[in-house]
């Protein structure tokens, strides 16, 4: 079984300011990383996937991978309070047969 | 439009009971999942089907029961040995690759009473 773990938080950061989520992985072999945003009460929804090691931007997100270490992470540039959620980090098993994810962060943007 | 329905949202269980979970899909998608969300905590696996008529245990089976024998539909029985049932429950379907991920219902909240 693969371990993801994150930060619980809560995060806060002041609205435009950015905000930084971290995700690391037990498994070396794993492939592409995804992350999910989810409001209170709400199901998950899928903001961005990564794959290569290095930067992926959409939008006002950047995910970063890092393999060698181990690591991925998801930045929020010019944070609004509508960003307010938990973060989850989901890495895949193989073949994409199931996912992993992480505890969540939860991320708090202040107006 | 295509999408995943999950009902009901909001479900009470008495000791002892049985009670399933129901979640539909239209996106004609093979692989259907159940996941448990307990508070503050991240989704755990209890069951996954590939295929129709085919499913495999999670990491968190013990006290549930599925079905898969309609392609759309992927059923989840939460049994009385389930001896602590109250949790935030997702379905999801998908066909992932490294792009793709899940899409997800709107979930079923459980809570015994």
């Known amino acids: 079984q693969k371990e993801v773990e994150q930060n619980s938080g809560p995060l806060s950061v002041p609205e435009g300011a950015i905000a930084s989520l971290n995700c690391t992985y037990s498994?070396?072999?794993?492939?592409?990383f995804f992350w999910y945003r989810q409001y209170s009460g709400k199901s998950p929804e899928l903001i961005m996937s990564?794959?290569?090691?290095g930067d992926k931007e959409d939008g006002r997100f950047t995910a970063q991978l890092n393999k060698a270490s181990q690591y991925v992470s998801l930045l929020i540039r010019d944070s609004q309070p509508s960003d307010s959620a938990t973060y989850l980090c989901?890495?895949?098993?193989?073949?994409?047969?199931?996912?992993?994810f992480g505890s969540g962060t939860k991320l708090n943007v202040k107006p | 439009d295509g999408g995943i329905t999950q009902s009901p949202k909001y479900l009470f269980r008495k000791e002892g009971q049985n009670v399933t979970l129901s979640c539909e899909q239209n996106?004609?998608?093979?692989?259907m999942y159940w996941y448990r969300q307990d508070p503050g905590q991240g989704l755990r696996l209890i069951y996954y089907?590939?295929?129709?008529?085919?499913?495999q245990k999670g990491d968190i089976a013990e006290g549930y029961s599925v079905s898969r024998e309609k392609k759309e539909s992927f059923p989840l029985t939460v049994t009385s040995a389930q001896k602590n049932p109250t949790a935030f429950y997702l379905c999801?379907?998908?066909?992932?690759?490294?792009?793709?991920?899940?899409?997800f219902g709107s979930g079923t909240r459980l809570t015994v009473v």
């Open positions: 989901a890495v895949p098993g193989d073949n994409f047969n199931k996912f992993y």
């Open positions: 996106l004609n998608h093979d692989a």
């Open positions: 089907s590939q295929i129709v008529n085919d499913f």
């Open positions: 999801a379907s998908g066909a992932p690759d490294r792009i793709k991920g899940y899409t």
């Open positions: 498994d070396r072999v794993s492939q592409s």
């Open positions: 990564i794959y290569s090691n």
